[in-house]
């Protein structure tokens, strides 16, 4: 307990799923949570299961994360009441399943404004507010298929592909500001997002390959992804930066 104890923590697609567990472990540990995420009636009721379990400080605020003036709009809110921003989840996510040959470029596009332009704006947004605190801790929520790739997933493959090396980047830019920057490759996780992809008997082929030969042949649980991102928010993680953590069962060592 404690481990963030007086930080402030932006999480994006905070109110449910893995941004859900997110921000009510941070929560827990002592952080002020500032849950983001388009759904308003989710977000208030995140808020509220937070308080109610005694989990600890959480509000929410609407943002779209691909919508450079929401940002601009939530880290001004963000400074004005608490002066400080250490930490940014950058977790919100969708998916469009589809091959290259395939896919939309109305779908190619609406997943990169999100996986991409979203975690792009965050940092952008977030960074002269880390600085001003004193440093800070960026975690993108990348993906194992950020590190290889499978059929059927295109848009989804390249823009978590795209996470992973603008991390690396933004690592290399921003250390000297005291702001570390790290990404996390969780394997297949059930959530409100990969639900489509679970329940889809027509992606059964992808679910069995995102799934694949992972040595803990299950799925994650997301308080199991929750915990790395503890640890890369935490000062714990003090000499971690532009590191990728795999958090995927196995999956990606055979």
Do not use: C
């Not at 930490?87 to 998916?95: K, M, S």
């Not at 399943?97 to 947004?125: H, I, K, M, P, Y």
């Not at 991390?167 to 570390?180: M, N, P, S, Y």
């Amino acid at each position: 307990m404690g481990r963030l104890e007086g930080k402030v923590a932006i999480v994006t697609g905070g109110a449910m799923g893995m941004g859900y567990s997110h921000s009510a472990l941070f929560a827990k540990e002592g952080a002020t949570i500032i849950i983001a995420d388009r759904d308003e009636s989710a977000g208030k009721d995140a808020v509220g299961q937070i308080s109610e379990k005694g989990g600890g400080k959480a509000v929410f605020v609407r943002l779209d994360v691909a919508s450079k003036d929401d940002w601009a709009r939530v880290i001004e809110q963000v400074e004005t009441r608490y002066g400080r921003l250490d930490i940014l989840v950058n977790n919100a996510g969708i998916i469009r399943l589809g091959a290259t040959e395939s896919l939309s470029v109305e779908d190619w596009e609406a997943v990169f404004a999100v996986n991409v332009r979203g975690v792009f704006l965050g940092s952008q947004a977030a960074i002269p507010l880390m600085r001003r605190s004193g440093g800070g801790s960026i975690i993108n929520i990348s993906s194992t298929v950020g590190v290889v790739a499978i059929p059927g997933a295109a848009a989804y493959v390249a823009s978590k592909g795209a996470v992973t090396l603008l991390t690396k980047a933004t690592a290399a830019e921003v250390a000297v500001d005291k702001i570390r920057v790290n990404s996390i490759h969780p394997g297949l996780t059930p959530t409100n997002m990969t639900k489509g992809v679970i329940d889809n008997p027509d992606a059964k082929a992808i679910y069995t390959m995102l799934l694949g030969p992972a040595l803990i042949a299950r799925p994650a649980n997301p308080i199991e992804i929750s915990n790395t991102a503890l640890f890369l928010a935490s000062d714990e993680s003090s000499y971690m930066t532009g590191s990728e953590l795999v958090v995927d069962g196995g999956y990606l060592a055979v």
